[in-house]
């Protein structure tokens, strides 16, 4: 599981809330648990090791190459080919896993890279000289993303559970969450959650958020 809080004004992230969302989101990665912090930005992440076994591929994952770190939640089934594709482009690599690739993915081609990942995929990129905060989810929205932008703070997450435990973001409800809740089986529509200050990223879509 991944999540994060970033203070677009560059004011320092509450690392009490961070340890907080990370304790709910720990059932979801029991393998590893890792933070990174830069300026108002802090991550974490809770590991399933599937792919690469190795702590080279323990999250967050920091490229002091290309000045990137990332947070990933998913698995990219075409990373192999990728891995080559970016080789041959002068890329070099630390770590034998599918993380890593998307990292010089992104490098390489920016917010496009999306569009040449094959899987089921939530991560969210900061670069570190650019002060930019990228995030992404797959075409059907396996993976989810939840986040939570006010007060020029934003709160993600891959559960609303983790969100809320940040205490940084109120459980006010959603009307029409509510309304989708009762009339559509249960199913709320992205980017509505039941809750009015949390939302889900939509399938199939990225977003980027800039420094203040």
Same mark, same amino acid.
């Given at each position: 599981g991944i999540c994060g809080i970033y203070h677009?004004?560059? @004011?320092?992230p509450e690392f009490s809330s961070l &340890? &907080?969302? %990370? +304790? @709910?989101l720990a059932r979801r990665g029991p393998d590893h648990e890792g933070t990174f912090s830069d300026g108002g930005m802090a991550l974490g992440h809770r590991r399933l090791s599937i792919i690469d076994l190795s702590e080279r591929s323990d999250q967050p994952m920091v490229d002091s190459e290309s000045g990137l770190a990332i947070v990933f939640n998913g698995t990219i089934y075409n990373y192999p080919q990728l891995k080559r594709e970016l080789e041959s482009k002068g890329h070099h690599f630390f770590s034998s896993?599918?993380?890593e690739v998307i990292i010089k993915?992104? @490098? +390489?081609?920016g917010s496009a890279?999306?569009?040449? %990942?094959?899987g089921m995929f939530a991560f969210v990129i900061w670069d570190l000289h650019n002060k930019t905060c990228f995030m992404a989810r797959d075409r059907l929205g396996i993976k989810p993303l939840y986040y939570s932008f006010a007060d020029k703070t934003l709160v993600f997450a891959s559960t609303m559970q983790a969100i809320l435990a940040s205490k940084l973001v109120d459980k006010e409800i959603n009307p029409q969450g509510l309304h989708f809740q009762f009339s559509l089986h249960g199913v709320i529509p992205a980017p509505n959650t039941i809750l009015k200050n949390i939302k889900k990223l939509p399938p199939a879509h990225c977003m980027t958020?800039? &420094?203040d």
């Open positions: 677009v004004d560059g @004011k320092e &340890a &907080a969302m %990370l +304790q @709910k896993g599918d993380t993915a992104y @490098k +390489q081609w890279c999306v569009q040449r %990942l094959h958020i800039f &420094a």
